[in-house]
Protein backbone atom coordinates (compact mmCIF):
# COMPACT_ATOMS: atom_id res chain seq x y z
CA UNK A 1 0.00 0.00 0.00
CA UNK A 2 1.41 3.34 -1.35
CA UNK A 3 2.08 5.39 1.84
CA UNK A 4 -0.02 9.04 1.50
CA UNK A 5 1.49 12.18 0.23
CA UNK A 6 2.70 14.54 2.40
CA UNK A 7 1.39 17.54 2.77
CA UNK A 8 3.64 21.01 1.08
CA UNK A 9 5.05 21.91 4.62
CA UNK A 10 6.13 18.03 5.12
CA UNK A 11 3.04 17.17 7.20
CA UNK A 12 1.39 13.90 6.69
CA UNK A 13 -2.42 14.00 6.06
CA UNK A 14 -3.66 12.70 9.37
CA UNK A 15 -1.54 15.41 11.52
CA UNK A 16 -3.22 17.90 9.37
CA UNK A 17 -6.62 17.06 10.04
CA UNK A 18 -5.98 16.69 13.83
CA UNK A 19 -4.56 20.20 13.39
CA UNK A 20 -7.47 21.33 11.28
CA UNK A 21 -10.37 19.59 14.05
CA UNK A 22 -8.35 21.82 16.46
CA UNK A 23 -7.81 24.99 14.70
CA UNK A 24 -11.85 24.56 14.23
CA UNK A 25 -12.86 24.19 17.72
CA UNK A 26 -10.32 26.98 19.12
CA UNK A 27 -11.85 29.24 16.47
CA UNK A 28 -15.48 28.12 18.06
CA UNK A 29 -14.40 28.41 21.33
CA UNK A 30 -13.40 32.15 21.00
CA UNK A 31 -16.47 33.15 18.51
CA UNK A 32 -18.20 32.07 21.89
CA UNK A 33 -15.89 33.85 24.42
CA UNK A 34 -16.93 36.75 22.20
CA UNK A 35 -20.53 36.29 22.40
CA UNK A 36 -20.35 36.26 26.34
CA UNK A 37 -18.06 39.00 26.64
CA UNK A 38 -20.66 41.20 24.62
CA UNK A 39 -23.10 40.10 27.01
CA UNK A 40 -21.31 40.88 29.80
CA UNK A 41 -20.11 44.39 28.51
CA UNK A 42 -23.40 45.36 27.55
CA UNK A 43 -26.73 46.36 29.28
CA UNK A 44 -29.06 44.06 30.42
CA UNK A 45 -32.83 44.81 31.38
CA UNK A 46 -33.70 42.51 34.02
CA UNK A 47 -37.13 40.52 33.23
CA UNK A 48 -38.29 37.87 35.43
CA UNK A 49 -41.94 36.08 35.98
CA UNK A 50 -44.12 34.70 38.34
CA UNK A 51 -47.32 32.50 37.90
CA UNK A 52 -49.38 36.26 38.35
CA UNK A 53 -46.52 38.75 38.55
CA UNK A 54 -43.83 40.11 35.65
CA UNK A 55 -40.92 42.23 37.74
CA UNK A 56 -39.16 44.72 34.75
CA UNK A 57 -36.17 46.51 35.82
CA UNK A 58 -36.49 50.68 35.93
CA UNK A 59 -33.88 53.03 35.31
CA UNK A 60 -34.14 56.87 36.61
CA UNK A 61 -36.52 56.71 39.44
CA UNK A 62 -33.82 57.95 42.08
CA UNK A 63 -32.98 61.50 42.29
CA UNK A 64 -34.70 64.82 40.73
CA UNK A 65 -37.59 63.57 38.22
CA UNK A 66 -37.61 59.90 39.42
CA UNK A 67 -41.19 60.13 41.09
CA UNK A 68 -42.26 61.69 38.01
CA UNK A 69 -40.89 58.73 35.62
CA UNK A 70 -42.30 56.79 38.05
CA UNK A 71 -45.94 57.45 37.70
CA UNK A 72 -45.36 57.55 34.01
CA UNK A 73 -43.73 53.92 33.61
CA UNK A 74 -47.37 53.07 35.24
CA UNK A 75 -49.94 54.79 33.57
CA UNK A 76 -47.74 53.52 30.31
CA UNK A 77 -48.11 49.93 31.39
CA UNK A 78 -51.17 49.65 32.95
CA UNK A 79 -52.58 50.67 29.26
CA UNK A 80 -52.06 47.54 27.88
CA UNK A 81 -55.07 45.64 27.40
CA UNK A 82 -53.66 42.28 29.57
CA UNK A 83 -52.39 44.24 32.60
CA UNK A 84 -54.15 44.65 35.53
CA UNK A 85 -52.34 46.83 37.37
CA UNK A 86 -48.71 48.25 37.93
CA UNK A 87 -46.51 49.52 40.68
CA UNK A 88 -42.65 50.84 40.61
CA UNK A 89 -40.89 49.47 43.48
CA UNK A 90 -38.19 52.51 43.50
CA UNK A 91 -36.12 51.21 46.27
CA UNK A 92 -35.06 47.76 44.06
CA UNK A 93 -35.62 49.17 41.16
CA UNK A 94 -38.52 47.37 39.21
CA UNK A 95 -42.13 47.23 37.91
CA UNK A 96 -44.36 45.32 39.63
CA UNK A 97 -46.97 44.17 37.01
CA UNK A 98 -49.77 42.22 37.49
CA UNK A 99 -51.39 40.08 34.28
CA UNK A 100 -54.64 38.68 33.20
CA UNK A 101 -54.45 35.11 31.85
CA UNK A 102 -52.61 34.81 29.21
CA UNK A 103 -50.22 37.13 29.67
CA UNK A 104 -48.64 39.86 27.58
CA UNK A 105 -45.59 39.58 25.54
CA UNK A 106 -42.59 40.32 27.11
CA UNK A 107 -41.18 42.19 24.27
CA UNK A 108 -44.46 44.92 24.55
CA UNK A 109 -43.92 45.16 28.09
CA UNK A 110 -40.26 46.06 27.68
CA UNK A 111 -41.07 48.30 25.15
CA UNK A 112 -43.72 50.67 27.09
CA UNK A 113 -41.12 50.97 30.10
CA UNK A 114 -38.33 52.07 27.73
CA UNK A 115 -40.68 54.55 25.69
CA UNK A 116 -42.01 55.60 29.69
CA UNK A 117 -38.44 56.00 30.89
CA UNK A 118 -37.32 58.57 27.68
CA UNK A 119 -34.27 60.25 28.44
CA UNK A 120 -34.63 60.89 32.26
CA UNK A 121 -33.15 57.34 32.33
CA UNK A 122 -29.96 57.66 31.20
CA UNK A 123 -29.69 61.47 33.12
CA UNK A 124 -30.33 58.97 36.32
CA UNK A 125 -27.48 56.73 35.70
CA UNK A 126 -24.83 57.95 37.87
CA UNK A 127 -27.00 58.04 40.74
CA UNK A 128 -28.70 54.89 39.75
CA UNK A 129 -24.53 53.39 39.84
CA UNK A 130 -24.44 54.86 43.25
CA UNK A 131 -27.14 53.41 44.92
CA UNK A 132 -27.34 49.96 42.84
CA UNK A 133 -30.85 47.72 43.55
CA UNK A 134 -31.00 44.70 46.04
CA UNK A 135 -31.53 41.42 44.30
CA UNK A 136 -35.55 40.81 43.94
CA UNK A 137 -35.68 36.63 45.15
CA UNK A 138 -37.92 36.45 42.01
CA UNK A 139 -35.11 36.77 39.92
CA UNK A 140 -33.27 33.14 41.11
CA UNK A 141 -29.64 33.28 40.31
CA UNK A 142 -27.98 36.54 39.30
CA UNK A 143 -26.61 36.65 36.24
CA UNK A 144 -22.98 37.02 36.78
CA UNK A 145 -22.91 33.82 38.58
CA UNK A 146 -23.85 32.38 35.46
CA UNK A 147 -21.10 33.95 33.69
CA UNK A 148 -18.75 32.99 36.35
CA UNK A 149 -19.54 29.16 36.56
CA UNK A 150 -19.42 29.18 32.35
CA UNK A 151 -16.13 30.78 32.92
CA UNK A 152 -14.95 28.27 35.80
CA UNK A 153 -15.54 25.56 33.54
CA UNK A 154 -13.50 27.20 31.12
CA UNK A 155 -10.92 27.29 33.44
CA UNK A 156 -10.93 24.08 34.25
CA UNK A 157 -10.69 22.68 30.54
CA UNK A 158 -7.44 24.90 30.07
CA UNK A 159 -6.14 23.32 33.62
CA UNK A 160 -6.85 20.15 31.47
CA UNK A 161 -4.46 21.68 28.41
CA UNK A 162 -1.91 22.79 30.82
CA UNK A 163 -1.55 19.08 32.20
CA UNK A 164 -0.57 18.18 28.10
CA UNK A 165 1.05 20.94 27.06
CA UNK A 166 3.26 22.07 30.43
CA UNK A 167 4.54 25.36 28.39
CA UNK A 168 0.92 26.96 28.55
CA UNK A 169 0.96 28.39 30.98
CA UNK A 170 1.51 32.17 32.90
CA UNK A 171 3.22 32.95 36.66
CA UNK A 172 0.68 31.89 39.34
CA UNK A 173 1.64 35.08 41.21
CA UNK A 174 -0.76 36.57 38.03
CA UNK A 175 -3.94 34.63 39.89
CA UNK A 176 -2.78 36.06 42.57
CA UNK A 177 -2.89 39.25 41.75
CA UNK A 178 -6.19 38.98 39.90
CA UNK A 179 -8.01 37.60 42.94
CA UNK A 180 -6.60 40.56 45.35
CA UNK A 181 -8.71 43.31 42.78
CA UNK A 182 -11.74 40.75 43.26
CA UNK A 183 -11.48 40.71 47.18
CA UNK A 184 -9.69 43.25 48.64
CA UNK A 185 -11.96 45.94 49.81
CA UNK A 186 -9.79 48.78 48.80
CA UNK A 187 -8.47 47.12 45.64
CA UNK A 188 -12.20 46.61 45.15
CA UNK A 189 -13.60 50.07 45.25
CA UNK A 190 -11.06 51.19 43.10
CA UNK A 191 -12.02 49.15 40.15
CA UNK A 192 -16.06 49.62 40.45
CA UNK A 193 -14.76 53.56 40.42
CA UNK A 194 -13.64 52.79 37.03
CA UNK A 195 -15.47 50.46 35.25
CA UNK A 196 -18.96 50.27 37.55
CA UNK A 197 -19.76 47.83 40.08
CA UNK A 198 -22.51 45.49 37.45
CA UNK A 199 -19.53 45.52 35.17
CA UNK A 200 -16.82 44.46 37.78
CA UNK A 201 -19.16 41.88 39.07
CA UNK A 202 -19.49 40.73 35.36
CA UNK A 203 -16.43 40.96 34.09
CA UNK A 204 -13.67 40.08 37.41
CA UNK A 205 -14.90 36.49 38.36
CA UNK A 206 -14.44 35.29 34.46
CA UNK A 207 -10.94 36.88 33.92
CA UNK A 208 -9.96 35.42 37.55
CA UNK A 209 -11.54 31.93 36.43
CA UNK A 210 -9.58 32.41 33.06
CA UNK A 211 -6.40 33.33 34.32
CA UNK A 212 -6.11 30.20 37.09
CA UNK A 213 -6.83 28.03 34.53
CA UNK A 214 -3.50 29.13 32.64
CA UNK A 215 -1.81 29.54 36.19
CA UNK A 216 -2.84 26.96 38.87
CA UNK A 217 -3.49 23.28 39.33
CA UNK A 218 -7.82 23.69 38.95
CA UNK A 219 -7.76 23.39 43.12
CA UNK A 220 -9.15 26.60 43.74
CA UNK A 221 -11.31 26.43 40.45
CA UNK A 222 -12.88 23.63 41.69
CA UNK A 223 -13.52 24.94 44.99
CA UNK A 224 -15.16 27.92 43.20
CA UNK A 225 -17.36 25.74 41.14
CA UNK A 226 -18.55 23.67 44.48
CA UNK A 227 -19.39 27.27 45.66
CA UNK A 228 -21.61 28.22 42.75
CA UNK A 229 -23.75 25.62 42.69
CA UNK A 230 -23.92 25.86 46.43
CA UNK A 231 -24.99 29.24 45.51
CA UNK A 232 -27.51 28.72 42.73
CA UNK A 233 -29.30 26.06 44.61
CA UNK A 234 -29.94 29.05 47.44
CA UNK A 235 -31.16 31.20 45.16
CA UNK A 236 -33.25 28.69 43.44
CA UNK A 237 -34.93 27.68 46.55
CA UNK A 238 -35.28 31.57 47.25
CA UNK A 239 -37.38 31.84 44.03
CA UNK A 240 -39.46 28.78 44.82
CA UNK A 241 -40.70 30.13 48.11
CA UNK A 242 -41.16 33.58 46.96
CA UNK A 243 -43.54 31.87 44.30
CA UNK A 244 -45.31 30.44 46.68
CA UNK A 245 -46.06 32.50 49.44
CA UNK A 246 -45.95 36.11 46.85
CA UNK A 247 -49.97 36.54 46.97
CA UNK A 248 -49.97 36.50 50.57
CA UNK A 249 -47.33 38.99 50.77
CA UNK A 250 -47.65 41.36 48.04
CA UNK A 251 -51.69 41.49 48.29
CA UNK A 252 -52.13 44.14 45.86
CA UNK A 253 -51.01 47.21 43.82
CA UNK A 254 -50.64 49.05 47.45
CA UNK A 255 -48.15 46.38 49.36
CA UNK A 256 -45.97 46.30 46.02
CA UNK A 257 -45.45 50.23 45.81
CA UNK A 258 -42.28 52.10 47.16
CA UNK A 259 -41.13 55.34 46.80
CA UNK A 260 -37.61 56.31 46.17
CA UNK A 261 -34.93 56.66 48.93
CA UNK A 262 -34.22 59.99 48.24
CA UNK A 263 -31.40 60.74 51.38
CA UNK A 264 -28.20 59.14 50.81
CA UNK A 265 -25.95 57.83 53.41
CA UNK A 266 -23.57 60.69 54.56
CA UNK A 267 -20.61 59.23 55.33
CA UNK A 268 -19.18 55.32 53.86
CA UNK A 269 -20.59 52.55 55.46
CA UNK A 270 -17.95 51.42 57.70
CA UNK A 271 -16.10 48.16 57.64
CA UNK A 272 -17.08 45.13 58.70
CA UNK A 273 -15.36 42.38 60.32
CA UNK A 274 -14.98 40.46 56.62
CA UNK A 275 -13.61 43.36 55.45
CA UNK A 276 -11.19 43.97 58.64
CA UNK A 277 -10.13 40.12 58.17
CA UNK A 278 -9.23 40.46 53.88
CA UNK A 279 -7.55 43.36 54.83
CA UNK A 280 -4.58 42.22 57.43
CA UNK A 281 -4.65 38.72 55.93
CA UNK A 282 -3.80 39.96 52.54
CA UNK A 283 -1.38 42.72 54.54
CA UNK A 284 0.02 39.50 55.95
CA UNK A 285 0.85 37.27 53.59
CA UNK A 286 2.15 39.87 50.96
CA UNK A 287 4.51 40.36 54.34
CA UNK A 288 5.23 36.85 54.39
CA UNK A 289 6.07 36.31 50.92
CA UNK A 290 8.03 38.75 50.76
CA UNK A 291 10.56 37.34 53.38
CA UNK A 292 10.15 34.28 51.65
CA UNK A 293 10.78 35.23 48.30
CA UNK A 294 14.64 35.62 47.92
CA UNK A 295 14.24 32.09 49.53
CA UNK A 296 12.94 31.02 45.98
CA UNK A 297 10.66 27.93 47.89
CA UNK A 298 7.71 26.65 46.49
CA UNK A 299 4.12 26.01 47.42
CA UNK A 300 1.68 29.18 47.55
CA UNK A 301 2.61 32.10 45.60
CA UNK A 302 3.87 35.31 47.33
CA UNK A 303 1.04 37.19 47.93
CA UNK A 304 -1.77 35.29 47.02
CA UNK A 305 -4.84 36.44 48.66
CA UNK A 306 -6.64 34.52 51.29
CA UNK A 307 -9.90 32.95 51.42
CA UNK A 308 -12.62 35.53 49.89
CA UNK A 309 -14.46 37.49 52.43
CA UNK A 310 -17.87 35.85 51.37
CA UNK A 311 -16.59 32.59 52.50
CA UNK A 312 -16.30 34.01 55.49
CA UNK A 313 -19.97 35.96 56.06
Not at 182 to 197: A, E
Amino acid sequence: MAPEPASPLGMPPFVRSIVAGVATHMASGARAAWGVAEGLLEPRREVSWTPERCYITVSGVHGTGGEAVARRVERAVEEHPGVLWARVNAPMERVIIAFDSPPPPQSELVALVEQAEGDHAADAEAFDEWQPEPHHPAEGPPFPAVQALVADSLGLALVTLRRLAPWFGLPAEVAGGIDALRYHPRLRHLVDDVSGSEQADSLLPVIGALVQGVTTGGGGLALDVLQRLAAWREASAERTAWRKRETALVRGPEEASADAVTVGRADPPPQDAADRYAERSMAAGLAAGAITLPGGGGGRPAGAPPPPPRTIR
